[in-house]
């Protein structure tokens, strides 16, 4: 089939960059003449009909903002059989011929159930901040949410260590400890708490009593919001220690801001690989780079449970100490 006409949307959580990669897929689509619909509040947009057409000047100034243009929605409705059988009446009667789907695991599903079920070519775009997609060594967001995440920690540093205190750093990832592991390491913290690995409290209570015994007065640990959240890790560790502690949830502060170059330079690459793709006549496939060359994945592999290879950080971050 001749590609004319696609569809891109992004759904989910939203995650810096996204903006890069619609901008990419657009300026992509039109270099090769297609027209490029912009499909808004991702799969529940597309099931209300709310299209756009993009042109080149669509996507002007938007390669350095956070957040994502198209808006972005999660849809219990196209979860339901109804809900796709309405989504695909939606996009035979736009004439759109194939969809570049911008986002994390739920995204890619639905682009797995669109393509496997109802024959509508997609092509999966990583973008997330927990990093949690097989097929990429990178998601788009991910790099960006970790520096954000690192600059706050650098901050309470200062004050957990002017006031010899014990602080608990809540961050996103509720099946993912990624950015918890990569700002433990980058941020010189004292433990982590990943939904990954089992974690032995007694140990950190120990440590950190025999710590201020040896006149250790502050601390910083982590803990991915999927693991254990801040506020029950802190109640634990002052009953355990009779030492004061404070909280900290960075929660969606982490999911916005300008993009970093990495996450800018990823998306700007894998948008246009997407449509390349589509032109070429692929579907469900799942785009990322591995170790700077573009991979090609199947949805189905891109989704499956990532398998942890990350324990030599965890290591490292004791080793550090
Ligand atoms: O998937 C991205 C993510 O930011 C997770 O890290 C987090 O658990 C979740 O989204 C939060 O979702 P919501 O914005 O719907 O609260």
Redesign the pocket.
């Known amino acids: 089939m001749t590609i004319k006409r696609i569809g891109v949307l992004t759904s989910?959580?939203?995650?810096p960059g996204m903006n890069a990669a619609i901008r990419s897929v657009v300026r992509c689509a039109i270099h090769y003449k297609l027209e490029v619909m912009g499909i808004f509040r991702g799969y529940a947009g597309l099931i209300n009909e709310e299209l756009k057409l993009l042109d080149h000047r669509s996507v002007s100034n938007i390669i350095n903002r956070g957040g994502t243009i198209l808006k972005t929605a999660?849809s219990e409705e196209f979860m339901t059989e109804q809900g796709q059988r309405n989504a695909v009446e939606i996009i035979r009667k736009n004439e759109i011929d194939g969809l570049i789907v911008i986002g994390?695991?739920?995204t890619y599903r639905g682009g797995i159930a669109l393509s496997k079920k109802w024959g509508i070519p997609c092509i999966g775009v990583p973008g997330?901040?927990?990093n949690?997609l097989n097929g990429t060594d990178a998601t788009i967001g991910s790099d960006t949410?970790v520096n954000t995440a690192l600059d706050a920690i650098d901050k309470i540093r200062d004050t957990a260590t002017s006031m010899e205190r014990i602080f608990v750093v809540e961050v996103?990832?509720?099946?993912?400890g990624f950015?918890a592991l990569q700002v433990a390491l980058a941020g010189g913290v004292e433990d982590a708490l990943i939904p990954e690995r089992n974690f032995d409290f007694n140990n950190l209570c120990q440590d950190i009593v025999e710590g201020n015994l040896r006149g250790k007065v502050s601390w910083i640990i982590v803990t991915a919001?999927?693991k254990a959240r801040g506020e029950d890790i802190a109640k634990k560790i002052s009953e355990m220690t009779t030492l004061e502690t404070r909280v900290v949830v960075l929660g969606?502060i982490?999911?916005g801001g300008s993009p970093t170059a990495q996450d800018r330079i990823l998306a700007s690459r894998l948008g246009a690989e997407a449509v390349e793709l589509l032109i070429k006549g692929y579907s469900a496939k799942a785009l990322g780079v591995i170790s700077d060359e573009v991979n090609i994945v199947d949805l189905e592999y891109a989704v499956a449970k990532k398998e942890f290879k990350q324990d030599r950080l965890y290591q490292l971050i004791k080793l550090l100490l």
């Open positions: 989910g959580g939203d995650a999660r994390g695991d739920g997330t901040i927990d949690d949410a996103m990832g509720r099946d993912s950015i919001e999927g969606h982490q999911r």
